[in-house]
């Protein structure tokens, strides 16, 4: 079967000093993206077991999440890429809350040394 | 409560490949991914910009920097910056990714499909196999679809257009309605609305692609016949069997916007959708000269795109740059930039009769008296289209 090209033509752009950073940082939202598909399929199963213990893979493929269910599940996703991103957010609250201060000034906030 | 999917859902229509259970999740990952970082990443840059990046520039320079080019050179070694990039430029790629897997797994048989002669069709499709696919569509593929809107990957393919469809949902994270038709319906909506007068009785799409802005025109005005050209063979096989299944009347052919087969002045509204961007500086002066010539007295030409750069803060310029160089749209920045007066004029319109808007978007206004708690949109400018014109 004819096979579909898989990468745009062009120069990929980096953004970080070392490209491998950009990869690993696109393995890990790959992988994240993965498990997302884990979390679907495992939702539906116990969706499906709720109802009949008796169910078969093509119940999975057959079903059909109603808005309730599509609602819930764009919630999860959120909240998923909320927890794997939060060193990105932790960064933002930090420039929004103004937590900018220098580690160091809070070491000399305690160090008593110049008392001696 | 009712139970109808959100109207943020994709309508399942015959043409639109079938997902399996984890191709369709893998997809809807993506969706919340772009959802995401528009909502909770991409607010970061300013931050970053007003807190640390113009804060050391006015330090080494007595002054706040001047344009667009400034900012990027300091922002481009910002953290929050590079991350949001990245991020960014890879939900792109895991995007057509996902929308390429259901395609790929059946490619034969829904090209067998999608290709099958219909017995009574109500519209048509021309194709021109000796039509040259143009420089700027052939150097990068374009935001990143492999193999752009043109490449076929096996006989009679029409896989571009089968991938595109759906990302399209996806890129606009369902903003652009069940059917992606936001942008031809906002520009029908504002049509009726400010010129209820106006009938047009021949409409033209200009590089229509799959035809999901062009379906809305033949609701709008059911007695217009309607046509929409592309130079992407792909994408036009896809765009016929999509409005045929939709059961909309449009006659498809394969040309390039720059130098039309059509007769002078045998139309009364030629539009276009998020095309002049793709195109280059002396394709959009060619395009703009066939507008004028195939327009009939009174009619009007319309061109939908994001703002132009024009007035706007160095900041903001240089954030709605970020496709330039980051999502292969090499034409975008200086398509921003140009004086769309003169475009109008060179094209031998009268410039008295040029428009530059912003327009509602139709969708945005359904949902709001959909949901009284609708909160408004993040994609196309938040709930907005700019559109450029003129009337003959």
Known sequence: MAKLQRKAKGERPTFFQDPNVDKILSMVMGLAGEVAVLHDRLDTAERLLEKSTDIKRSDIENYKASAKVTAERAQWREQFLSEVLRIVEIEQEALANGDTQDYGDAIALVDGSSCE | MSNALPATTQAEHQ????????????????RSYKQYLVKNVHGGNQLAYEQRVKPKFRQENNRDPKDRFEVRDEMVNDPHYQMFSALLRT?????????????????????????????KPRG????????????????????CQPGGYHTEFSDQDASAGMVYDRAVHIYAMGQMG???NDIGAS???????????????????????????????VDAFPKAEIHGIDVAAPMLRYAHA???????????????????????ESFDLVVSHILLHETSDKAIRKIA?????????????VH??????????????????????????????RSHEIDLMKLSKQAGFDPKKEFETMIPSAFQIAEAKRSLTFQGGDFGGGGFWFIYGNEK
């Open chain 2, 289 to 301: 000269k066939e507008c004028h010539r195939l327009l009939k007295k009174g009619g009007i030409m």
């Open chain 2, 304 to 333: 939908a795109e994001t703002p132009q750069y024009k007035g706007m803060a160095p900041f903001d310029a240089f954030m709605l740059d970020w496709d330039t160089r980051n999502n292969n749209e090499p034409f975008w920045a």
């Open chain 2, 242 to 264: 999509r409005a045929e299944g939709l059961g909309k009347k449009i006659h498809f052919s394969q040309q390039n916007a720059e130098i039309l087969d059509f007769e002078d």
């Open chain 2, 187 to 217: 520009i029908a909506l504002w049509l009726q609305e400010t010129r209820p007068e106006f009938k047009p009785l021949r409409i033209l799409d200009l590089g229509c692609s799959v035809g999901h802005s062009t379906v809305p025109y």
């Open chain 2, 124 to 143: 048509s499709l021309r194709m021109d196999s000796s039509l040259e696919i143009p420089r700027y569509h052939k150097s990068v593929d374009i935001h």
């Open chain 2, 178 to 180: 069940p059917y992606n």
């Open chain 2, 91 to 119: 939900s792109q790629e895991m995007m057509w990714s996902s929308c390429q897997i259901p395609v790929q797994r059946e490619l034969e048989s829904l090209n067998k499909k999608l290709n099958k002669k219909r017995a």
């Open chain 2, 15 to 30: 043409a639109l490949p079938k997902t399996t259970h984890d191709e369709f999740a893998r997809q809807e990952f993506v």
